[in-house]
């Protein structure tokens, strides 16, 4: 066995030959882009997360993109949302000529605050667009009363949080716009793979036509009609479809989505459990209301843990486990590091680097369970020569 076979990765899709099965079968039906698999997807999904509307597209990344266009978000508007996210969040904003405002970060859950986001919005703020970050659902009632308040949209980037809840509400269900990943670094996946919830007919009428540019009787319509019909594109669209074999795995993964997230929530408790003395690092916590998917285990290393966060993962790279850095703040990437000025946001600055997410997946064995477990108390507890 060579090196990378023993690694203990930082995450793996669940997928087996029920998924595969699916996608073979739907290929040899010889309908493999957007049909009817994807609408059996779509209707399925929208039940799993108690909304009218589901809306299948090409990834996340694209979700976000037409949620931003049909809220009417444009050039010249702003938009409020974490720098602490993935790079897509703000780049959605920017591809419909807006500008996205970063706002600070709340320590403990990795996502947006609501007092920040409140004091960042101006005369051009259209939108806030929260994230559930790694899972942990954002303060959904506080963005809530605050869009009220201001007469803004709500968006939410739900790329982690397939399988999250909120107050006893699966995240989807919450406000107008929910846009989900089906990534391979997701609780789910269909290899790539993004999907938006509306309980609003206007919204999941103009995202249907929108991702398959703006044409008026789509593909399948024709094809199973018995009478002659011509499409018109009734506005510049995209195309930015799922294909029916993506939605064919999709609907085997949704089927396992509950207990995927249950298994992922039993490796977060044994790592809580076996960490939860260690006074130098600060766990992940669920406030009461919060139930979080675990789509990644993020430890936050306090000013006392004896070592650096790189050197942690470097030492628990050479035992064979991958960890990956805190999620990255989009304000520090070179494609927005001068746009906007000096931004100052400390909160989400040391989060990202004094963070580390270790592994968690499904099936995660129990000796593999083990090895992260004792490789993080052997590398901190060793004794070090000081250096100051
Ligand atoms: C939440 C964010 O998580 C991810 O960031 P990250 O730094 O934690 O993880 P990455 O290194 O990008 O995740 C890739 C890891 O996810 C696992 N993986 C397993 N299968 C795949 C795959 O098919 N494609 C990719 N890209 N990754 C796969 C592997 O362990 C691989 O190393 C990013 O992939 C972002 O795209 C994502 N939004
Ligand atoms: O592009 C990526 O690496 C991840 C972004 C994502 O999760 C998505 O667009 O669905």
Redesign the pocket.
């Known amino acids: 066995m060579d090196k990378r076979e023993r690694m203990i990765?930082?995450?793996?899709?669940y997928l087996t030959e029920e998924e595969a099965q699916a996608a073979y079968d739907t290929i040899l039906t010889g309908w493999t882009t957007q049909g009817p698999k994807v609408q059996e997807f779509e209707e399925k999904f929208a039940a799993y997360t108690g909304v009218k509307y589901a809306v299948a597209v090409s990834n996340c990344t694209t979700a976000l993109h037409l949620s931003m266009i049909v809220a009417g978000v444009g050039a010249g508007d702003e938009v409020i949302c974490p720098s602490m996210s993935?790079i897509?969040t703000a780049n959605a904003i920017k591809y419909v000529g807006a500008t996205p405002v970063f706002a600070e970060v709340q320590p403990e859950s990795y996502n947006l605050s609501p007092v920040d986001a409140e004091k960042k919005i101006t005369d051009k703020t259209k939108a806030i667009l929260i994230v559930h970050q790694?899972g942990m659902p954002a303060d959904i009632d506080a963005f809530k009363e605050l869009s009220e308040r201001y007469n803004l949209k709500l968006i939410e980037d739900a790329?982690?949080a397939a399988g999250s809840a909120y107050k006893g509400k699966k995240i989807g269900s919450n406000s107008e716009l929910v846009c989900f990943?089906f990534?391979?670094?997701?609780v789910i996946s269909t290899?790539d793979g993004g999907m938006i919830t509306t309980n609003r007919e206007d919204y999941y009428r103009r995202l249907k036509l929108l991702r398959q540019h703006g044409m008026s009787v789509n593909d399948r319509v024709r094809h199973e009609a018995n009478k002659v019909i011509f499409e018109d594109h009734v506005e510049v669209g995209y195309n930015y479809r799922m294909t029916d074999i993506q939605a064919a795995v999709g609907i085997k993964q949704l089927e396992k989505l509950d207990w995927i997230v249950s298994e992922r929530r039993k490796v977060a408790a044994t790592y809580n459990e076996a960490f939860k003395d260690l006074d130098f690092i600060r766990l992940p916590s669920e406030k009461e209301g919060y139930y979080s998917n675990y789509?990644?285990y993020s430890i936050y290393l306090k000013r006392d843990c004896p070592l650096d966060r790189n050197s942690l993962m470097q030492e628990l790279l050479d035992k064979g486990i991958?960890s990956?850095?805190g999620?990255m703040t989009s304000h520090r990437e070179t494609a927005y590091k001068n746009i906007q000025g000096n931004i100052n946001l400390p909160v989400s600055e040391d989060l990202q680097d004094n963070s580390i997410?270790l592994p968690l997946y499904v099936p995660m064995k129990e000796d593999e369970v083990t090895h992260v477990i004792d490789s993080f108390f052997n590398i901190l507890m060793a004794p070090r020569v000081l250096t100051y």
């Open positions: 990765p930082i995450a793996k899709p993935y897509a790694i790329a982690c990943s990534h391979p670094r997701k290899g789509q990644s991958a990956r850095r999620v997410i």
